[in-house]
């Protein structure tokens, strides 16, 4: 199903925002549901927003009203807007895929990209 490659990280104070991008080479994002990932020091990794090809969209309760998780298909790219960040939300985020809600992390897992967040 293709590589999906994810950037936009940094180091940012609490209540400070990033945006993350994931981006599919080799296959169209279109036909898929994509989910972001969280996996903080020490513990698994967690899903915490997702969104199918029609736009729908599910949040882990710790982000919603904070985090915005959007997609642009002609870029063949989906977007995590994260705002009023939190120390909690220190970690490596993930993007993944698959064919619905709930099932959006069946391809291979890519590096992910670093999000620090400091009091």
């Known amino acids: 199903q293709g590589q999906l490659v994810e950037s936009g990280g940094g180091s940012v104070q609490a209540g400070g925002s990033l945006r993350l991008s994931c981006a599919a080479s080799g296959s169209s994002l279109r036909v898929s549901a994509v989910g972001w990932y969280r996996q903080g020091p020490g513990n698994q990794r967690e899903e915490v927003a997702a969104i199918d090809t029609r736009g729908r969209t599910n949040y882990a309760e710790s982000v919603k009203g904070r985090f915005t998780i959007s997609r642009d298909n002609a870029r063949n790219t989906v977007y995590l807007q994260m705002n ?9 985020y993930y993007c993944n895929r698959g064919p619905f809600l709930g099932a959006t992390n069946l391809n291979s897992w890519g590096q992910g990209t670093q999000v620090t967040v400091s009091s």
């Open 84 to 92: 009023g960040l939190k120390p909690e939300a220190t970690g490596v």
